[in-house]
């Protein structure tokens, strides 16, 4: 293991595409794609603290899926407030606190507000904080940062970081490791700036047929690689030498 924080609980993200792609090569409508989707959701948080994950961001529904026929979007806010109401409890009882990170105000009615009581319910857990994207743009998530600071003082990387990731979210963490299943090789605007040291694994298989074995294949690859944030041989994580090295946080 060559990451001199190996060993340390990780904070993976995962890109979950090609949904579609899977029931369209069933002859299935794509929204089956996405109900099957679920399932691998449940499979994946339930592996997750197995193999060290502390945090996993799940890219659920990206602010740019909007631009999808009515239907399947209804279909995918549909699945959202189901899975809130089916899991909350569940996720509660097993530990994991959950957190919905993007914007709330251009969701179906109501579903803002049943986001916030599955967020109270599960607001205690400490194996697995579960964070699920919904319209989500990392674009607009630092936009927004910089213009709640544009005419202050100019932030360090550490208050900067926070801003993105909102209030209630505290530090926006680092990313040691995103995964992106369908085949796809972009990041499609999701956490860009918490993935600048990210490793990076992009996997073939379909988002519906993502297994706990291909998190563990994800996961013994990223343990296996050497982490050198600009400097040589491994070293730590760059928090305390970005905010050092940059003017901004003198
Ligand atoms: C990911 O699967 C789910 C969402 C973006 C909501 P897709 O729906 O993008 O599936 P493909 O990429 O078309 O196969
Ligand atoms: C990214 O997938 C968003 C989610 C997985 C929620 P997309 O399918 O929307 O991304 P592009 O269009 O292929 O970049
Ligand atoms: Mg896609």
Request: with cysteine; hydrophobic share 45%.
């Amino acid at each position: 293991m060559s990451d001199p924080a190996a060993g340390r609980r990780l904070h993976v993200a995962i890109i979950m595409d090609g949904n579609g792609r899977w029931a369209s090569g069933r002859g299935l409508p794509r929204t089956a794609g996405h109900r099957a989707g679920v399932e691998a959701i449940r499979r994946t948080v339930e592996a997750a603290p197995g193999f060290g994950i502390a945090t996993l961001t799940l890219f659920a529904f990206s602010t740019d899926n909007w631009r999808r026929p009515r239907g399947e979007v209804d279909a995918l806010m549909a699945l959202l407030r189901r899975y809130l109401r089916a899991e909350s409890d569940r996720l509660a009882r097993s530990g994991v606190r959950l957190s919905v990170i993007g914007r709330r105000d251009r969701l179906p009615r109501g579903l803002g507000a049943e986001i916030a009581q599955a967020e109270m319910k599960a607001a205690g857990g400490d194996r697995l904080h579960l964070r699920i994207a919904v319209d989500y743009s990392s674009r607009d998530a630092i936009l927004g940062a910089a213009a709640r600071c544009a005419a202050g003082t100019p932030p360090s990387r550490e208050s900067f970081g926070r801003l993105i990731a909102g209030e209630a979210e505290g530090a926006a963490i680092d990313v040691d490791l995103l995964i992106r299943s369908g085949g796809e090789k972009r990041l499609s605007d999701f956490l860009l700036w918490e993935c600048a040291y990210a490793e990076l694994c992009f996997s073939d298989r379909m988002w519906p047929d993502f297994a706990a074995e291909d998190l563990a294949v994800a996961v013994a690859d990223y343990r296996r690689r050497e982490r050198r944030f600009g400097g040589l041989g491994p070293v730590r994580p760059p928090a305390a030498v970005a905010t050092r090295a940059s003017p901004a946080a003198a």
